[in-house]
């Protein structure tokens, strides 16, 4: 099981992603996602000049000994890039051993504790009519959680909302990394941002939401990382009577005790940690139990190796995941969050966000979505295929999120 070669691939059939294939002696290959939205590039020079030198002709079997070789063996710790990296490299062994057992990844982590991952679709209106459309399009397609998001009156365009939703169904080009030019420079899009027009905005859609559709289907919302502690602590108050699932990212994530006062005022479960790459990032929150999920993904922390563990972490203090998944999360760290999902014990939710047909094209799934819930597949490994011919159709392009400022100028969180 010697590691003969490993490549790194970037493509953008529709958005930018960065994927490591690893290919063993004996012709097994495996894949994993190195997608870091907007900082693609870094995380490929990162794996071609470090990582993939160290690779060849190593045991592809000793997947635990390759993490710590890699996070160890820097000396520098952490980080998104690093830690993308690794990740990607942990994914493609996994995929690797798993097709050598000749069984769906998710057997060799355990097995199946569920039979499908419950997923939340993303909503989203620039008004409120607009998005009780978009949330019966979701109820058609079949999701069973939804997370609502809309425009805040006097606010251009905010995080979360597609820019127009004809017959409000699912748009694959929501929030995409975007391309403007100014001055002949490539630069992110400012958006303007005013976080009390949003507070007082937000209960009455959830009012809104819970009148149209009742009590029963769980609601989910992101604040993108956007108020003070006291301002969430406020805003979690004001949503109780809708019973959220959860609300994410009430305030900035690398505060972890910002969640200690927004806990001791509010019932609203909290998720934060898709901005995480490392359980250390998590010590506070679990021990403290200040959280209710975590949203940190295979691809940003390290991989299967590290997000098992991190899940087995909060399983200790009863608290669960909800893993990070929008579309600059590839098909294939898709599919490894699934074989976890199903897996590990203390399962939440799974954020599934389609991957458009064009995305579809080069990454061949076998996961299917059926009755609100997510399955892996039973095909021996991780079960996506990549199709390079396909890929090669689709260059890199350079693209960035948007940046936030307030209305006198101030740079904001986005
Ligand atoms: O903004 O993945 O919950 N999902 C999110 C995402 C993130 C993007 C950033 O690349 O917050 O939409
Ligand atoms: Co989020």
Known sequence: MRIKSAEVNVTSPGRNFVTLRITTEDGVTGLG?????????AVRAYLDDHVVPLLLGEDAARIEDTWQYLYRGAYWRRGPVTMAAIAAVDTALWDIKAQYAGMPLYQLLGGACRTGALAYGHASGRDVPELLDSVRAHLALGYRAIRIQT??????????VAASSPGGGERYDYEPARRVTGGGRLRPTVEIWDTRAYMRHVPAVFEAVRSEFGPELPLLHDAHHRMTPIQAARLSRDLEPYDLFWLEDATPAEDQEALRLIRHHTTTPLAIGEVFNSVHDYTTLLSGRLIDYVRSAVTHTGGVTAMKKLLDLAAVYGIRSGMHGPTDISPVGMAAALHLDLAVHNFGIQEYMRHSPQTLDVFRTSYRFEDGLLHPSDTPGLGVDLDTEAAAHFPYQQAYLPVNRLSDGTVHDW
């Open 33 to 41: 996602d190195a997608t870091l939205n907007g900082r693609e590039l």
């Open 151 to 160: 425009g805040i009156p006097g606010l251009d365009s905010v995080y979360g």
